[in-house]
């Protein structure tokens, strides 16, 4: 065939209509390709961004400072009482106690500058027989959503206040998204929570029982839903009544460790006149049901306020003890394995024959190196409570430093929490019992 005849059919094709469609299709196939190519490549880009500057973000937090400083409108809304201070991965801190007779939240930044602040007055203030009472928050901890979740406990358990404590959770921005009290007609006190790695809620603490001889057992651990719906209630101890739980952590395998107290009998009185405690360890199943337990200590008191995991299958734990009546109570850290077995410590002499001084650690955590634990607590210098940090080596025991947090002023502090440049935070009180922030470097200076 002669190339003009080709050249003109071939002409003949290209512009005909049909296909002009095929064409058209062809080149849109071309395009709709490009684009989703060009538009996933932009949103890889813009992920990449984020990512970049939620790490940058990160990466920015740890400003090296120190620092004593008032919270935030105490001369406006009165004084508050911070029992605990939690690290937030946005470079900030919250921090939990009461205010004005309700539970408190605070939102704070590494220089101690105030984001936002909550009262929960929702919460009535209990009244009664004998006056005014509190409810007020005593631990918290993060949640997946960004938000917290939040225990508190109450001063009272008369039945004229009837009034018991709470499990709480608000957002991010510390707004209420549901209140639960406690499932009783008589007073739950909450002392610790945590979020499971299951994402729902742990809960300790005790309860009032009705006598000091009982077989109601006054210890608690309950498990909540993310909404705040009870899944199960558990109770722990003997037959006095001043069992009681201060603090738990999960397990690897899904159970639970709660530490506290366990009043038993001894040769001087029982339990229903007086009684004396021993350190409680107590290791459970995700369900709460005890696999193993023991109780350390001698004829007096003993007891354990927090706990922390050092990572190698052990614990340390921060509490007291008084081994003799006579004798003061002293600081003391443990190191126990994962059955509450007692693999070394630390206690503090007994430096005065004296029954009335009341040293103590309340609460631990274990700095960046993980060979330190530092706990918080106070010790009578012989002019007031003083507030004291103590460091030790997790795993030997052996004290390390000691800081006192004395002048001026008087008080005793709560709620220590690893800070963002590898140092300390804490609540603390001065000058007249105003409630503040303490803020020292990795070796407790200020």
């Known amino acids: 065939m002669e190339p003009i005849v080709v050249r003109a059919i071939l002409r003949q094709i290209f512009h005909s209509s049909w296909f002009y469609i095929i064409r058209r299709d062809f080149f849109m196939k071309i395009f709709n390709v490009k684009f989703c190519l060009a538009l996933a490549i932009a949103l890889i880009v813009l992920q990449c961004e984020d990512n970049d500057s939620e790490q940058n973000a990160s990466s920015n937090c740890g400003i090296e400072t120190t620092y004593i400083k008032d919270v935030d409108n105490i001369d406006s809304l009165g004084n508050a009482s911070g029992s605990t201070i939690l690290m937030v991965d946005d470079c900030s801190y919250v921090g939990v106690g009461h205010r004005a007779g309700v539970p408190w939240i605070t939102k704070f930044n590494e220089l101690g500058e105030q984001v936002w602040d909550k009262k929960f007055d929702e919460i009535p203030i209990p009244q009664g027989n004998y006056g005014t009472g509190l409810i007020y928050a005593t631990g918290v901890d993060k949640t997946n959503d960004g938000g917290f979740v939040i225990v508190c406990a109450t001063t009272m358990n008369h039945p004229s206040y009837n009034a018991s404590g709470r499990i709480m959770k608000v957002d991010s921005s510390g707004t209420t998204e549901w209140i639960r009290e406690f499932p009783t007609n008589r007073p739950y006190h909450g002392r610790d929570v945590i979020q499971t790695s299951e994402g729902d809620y742990i809960v300790v603490g005790s309860w009032y029982t009705t006598s000091a001889v009982t077989n109601e057992k006054s210890a608690f651990m309950a498990r909540y839903d993310v909404d705040g719906n ?46 004396y405690t021993d350190l409680w360890f107590v290791s459970t199943d995700s369900e709460g049901q005890v696999l193993e337990e023991t109780k350390t200590g001698e004829s007096y008191w003993e007891s354990a306020y927090d706990i922390i995991d050092l990572g190698d299958g052990t614990y340390g734990l921060a509490g007291r003890r008084r081994h003799q009546r006579q004798k003061p109570s002293n600081a003391w850290y443990i190191r126990m394995d994962q059955s509450g077995n007692v693999l070394s410590e630390w206690h503090e002499p007994d430096y005065v ?26 010790k009578d210098d012989g002019n007031g409570d003083s507030q004291y940090l103590w460091a030790f080596n997790a795993r030997t025991s052996e004290e390390i430093w000691n800081a006192s947090y004395n002048e001026p002023g008087r008080g005793f502090a709560l709620g220590i929490s690893n800070a963002h440049d590898g140092g300390m935070i804490f609540f603390g009180k001065k000058e007249t019992g105003r409630l503040k922030i303490f803020k020292t470097d990795e070796n407790g200076m200020v």
Do not use: M
């Open 230 to 275: 009870l899944i199960w209630i558990e109770r722990y101890g003997g037959e006095c009544d001043e069992d009681e739980f201060q603090a738990v952590i999960q397990k690897p395998d899904g159970g639970f460790i709660a530490v506290g107290k366990f009043e038993h009998e001894s040769s001087d009185y029982n339990c229903d006149f007086y009684g």
């Open 353 to 378: 024959n004296s029954s009335g001084k009341n040293d103590a650690l309340y609460d631990l955590i274990l700095l960046p190196d993980g060979e330190t634990a530092v706990a918080l607590g106070y």
